[in-house]
């Protein structure tokens, strides 16, 4: 799969470690809690695991405001989709509307002078997120869920934000 190589090329990175070992526990019970389907049809290993061989991507993502926001996003991804279906529940899909909680959320990272800037990233990704959480019939597996988490990070960030980004 696409993404086990970024696994691979971004495995290690100076200063994850930390970082690493502090997400480490509150992501590892929810993935433990997560029902994985046993049926997939691709073999996967372990979501936690698989999580923490892409923390150094994560954590190279620039500019340093688009990190702070994909890990954001991870954190909704982790509370708000995962820990309800591990509660047999259903993802609070509501949080994804336009004016609503992860926009409000991530809206808060970005200083106002700059939110018109970032606002179209913001967007992508609420929009990516409601079309891989709305109801059809693909499974809800754990490539379903890398998938998730890869949402934020492949969403590139414009040119005119990175500049908008250097200046200050």
């Given amino acids: 799969m696409w ?14 470690a930390a970082w690493d070992r502090m997400r480490r526990g509150h992501f590892d019970d929810v993935f433990r809690a997560w029902p994985v389907e046993t049926s997939a049809v691709v073999p996967v290993t372990d979501l936690g695991q698989w999580y923490r061989d892409m923390t150094p991507c994560w ?3 620039e500019p ?8 954001r ?13 591990a509660r047999g529940e259903e993802p609070f899909v509501a949080d994804l509307e336009s004016e609503e909680a992860l926009a409000a959320t991530l809206a ?13 990233w913001i967007l992508l990704v609420l929009t990516d997120l409601r079309l891989a ?15 998730l988490f890869l949402i934020p990070y492949s969403i590139p960030v414009r040119r005119d934000v990175t500049r908008l980004e250097d200046v200050g």
């Fill in 108 to 120: 808060r990272l970005v200083p106002p002078s700059k939110l018109h800037a970032w606002r179209p």
């Fill in 133 to 147: 959480l709305a109801p059809r019939p693909t499974r809800r597996d754990e490539t379903w869920a890398r998938r």
């Fill in 59 to 61: 954590m190279m993502a």
């Fill in 73 to 85: 996003v991870h954190r909704w991804i982790a509370e708000r989709v995962l820990e309800p279906m």
């Fill in 3 to 16: 993404d086990e190589a970024y696994a691979s090329v971004c495995r290690h990175h100076p200063g994850v």
């Fill in 64 to 71: 340093p405001r688009r990190r702070r926001l994909v890990l």
